[in-house]
C-alpha cells in the first residue's frame, strides 16, 4: 500500500529524456500497483491552454491516462507553470483536479496538499503578480488570445521568472515558516507535501506541542523525484534517466 507523489518536473520539448523518464516511470510497477498517483503542479515548464495541439500534451495525456485506464486514480494541482491547465485536459487525461490547500486521507493520514508558492509569502512582488494572474477574468482573456499569441506570451513571462529569480535572494524564494504553521493549524493537519522550492526534504517540527511534518517534493531537472508515502513512513527517491 504505497501512495506516490511527484511534483515540478518542467516537462519541455527541450529536455526529452525527461519526458521519456516521466513516461517510463508511469509506465512502471511501482506505480501500476500504487493506491494512488498525486502530482502537485508544474508538470510541465509552460501550458497555453487545453486545446494546444503539440506533440507534449499529447504525450502527456497518454501516459497519464494508461496509469488512470490500470485502476490507479491519477490527481493533479495546478502549479505557477501549468494554473492554466483545465478540465477538459484532465478530462482527456483521466485525472482529478485538486484545489491548491485540498486534505486527503494517505495512508490513515490527514495530510495537506499543496504546490508550494502560496507559502512563499516573504516573495511580495511574487505573490501580487500570482493574485493578478490566477484571476478568473485574467486567466479568460488570456484563452481568448489565439494559440500562438498564447505561446509568445509564455516565452516572455518565463523570461520575466528567469530574471526574477536571478534577482531575488535564495531566502525569499522559500517557504515562509509561519505560512507553513497556519496553513497547517486551518487545515488541522501535522503533515504537509509541497513542491514548488526544488528543495527536496523531510522536514520534522514542532506545531502546538505536537510532532508534525513538513515533506517537500524535489524536481525533475536533472533527474527524477519520487515521494513514496506507506502506512509505516515516507521516503524521497530519485529517479535516474535512461
Ligand atoms: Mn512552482
Known amino acids: 500500500m504505497t501512495t506516490l507523489f511527484i511534483a515540478d518536473l518542467h516537462l519541455d520539448p527541450g529536455r526529452p529524456q525527461i519526458t521519456a523518464l516521466f513516461e517510463n516511470y508511469l509506465a512502471s510497477d511501482e506505480v501500476r500497483h500504487a493506491d494512488a498517483l498525486y502530482i502537485l503542479g508544474d508538470l510541465v515548464e509552460a501550458w497555453v491552454g487545453d486545446d494546444d495541439d503539440a ?93 500562438e499569441a498564447r505561446r509568445a506570451f509564455a516565452a516572455k513571462a518565463r523570461e520575466d521568472s528567469r530574471a526574477h529569480t536571478g534577482s531575488t535572494m535564495e531566502s525569499i524564494m522559500d517557504v515562509n515558516d509561519g505560512a507553513v504553521a497556519a496553513a497547517m493549524r486551518q487545515a488541522g493537519v501535522t503533515r504537509l507535501i509541497h513542491g514548488h522550492t526544488h528543495r527536496p526534504a523531510v522536514h520534522p517540527f514542532v506545531l502546538d506541542a505536537k510532532a508534525a511534518e513538513r515533506i517537500v517534493l524535489g524536481d525533475w531537472y536533472e533527474h527524477g523525484s519520487v515521494l513514496r508515502v506507506t502506512g509505516a513512513g515516507v521516503e524521497l527517491r530519485g529517479l535516474a534517466t535512461g
Not at 98 to 125: E, K, N, P
Open 55 to 147: 506533440e507534449l500534451p499529447r504525450r502527456i495525456a497518454r501516459a497519464i491516462r494508461a496509469v488512470n485506464d490500470a485502476g490507479v486514480p491519477v490527481y493533479f494541482m495546478a502549479g505557477n507553470r501549468d494554473f492554466l491547465l483545465g478540465e477538459a485536459f484532465a478530462r482527456r487525461a483521466g485525472m482529478t483536479l485538486l484545489d491548491d490547500g485540498t486534505v486527503h486521507d494517505i495512508q490513515g493520514r490527514r495530510t495537506l496538499l499543496m504546490h508550494g508558492d502560496l507559502l512563499c509569502t516573504d516573495d511580495v512582488a511574487y505573490q501580487a503578480v500570482r493574485q493578478q494572474v490566477r484571476a478568473p477574468q485574467w486567466k479568460a482573456q488570456i484563452l481568448s488570445m489565439p494559440l
